[in-house]
């Protein structure tokens, strides 16, 4: 009768002496294989997600019109200046009534007194010529008046070096 070598684990036996001594390793060997599965199930999960994320970017990117490695930062700027155009429409919503409301209330009258109150026209003791003048007060007389680019009177014209200028 032939006994199996697993049968014979007897505790004398060299078999069993033998497993006693590759336990430990088998038990290392059975936890990294166990640990390189999960880590690969991690590693395929994670490459799953990230295959959706760009699937995503890309369907955002095209209706923002941008392309997907830019959607995140364009989305943050896009969000920043609504943000920003909110504010200032909110605040500006204020300063428009407060401006119709002073309007309403005849704010018109004081504006268009001062605007009166300094013409320079007004009074019936100016002069034709004074009031030509006064019309375009910042206009100057070109030839008069040398620091201007278009004056060229008095600017040098270039001359060519003599050694150019004999005949070879």
């Not at 006994?3 to 069993?16: E, M, P, Q, T």
Request: include cysteine.
């Amino acid at each position: 009768m032939a006994r199996s070598l697993f049968l014979d684990h007897v505790n004398g036996s060299c078999v069993y002496r033998l497993d006693l001594r590759t336990e430990d390793e088998r038990r290392k060997k059975a936890q990294i294989a166990k640990r390189e599965r999960l880590d690969r199930e991690q590693h395929l999960e994670m490459e799953a997600a990230k295959q959706a994320d760009i699937v995503q970017k890309k369907e955002k990117a095209a209706l923002i019109g941008t392309s997907w490695k830019h959607v995140e930062s364009r989305s943050r700027m896009m969000f920043k200046y609504i943000r920003l155009n909110d504010m200032f429409h909110a605040a500006m919503t204020r300063i428009r009534e407060k401006q119709l409301q002073n309007l309403a209330s005849g704010g018109t009258n004081h504006y268009t007194k001062t605007a009166r109150e300094d013409d320079p026209y007004a009074s019936p003791f100016t002069s034709e010529d004074t009031k030509v003048l006064e019309f375009q007060p910042n206009k100057r007389d070109v030839d008069s008046n040398y620091n201007l680019p278009s004056h060229r009177s008095l600017i040098k014209q270039k001359r060519l070096c003599p050694d150019l200028m004999t005949p070879r």
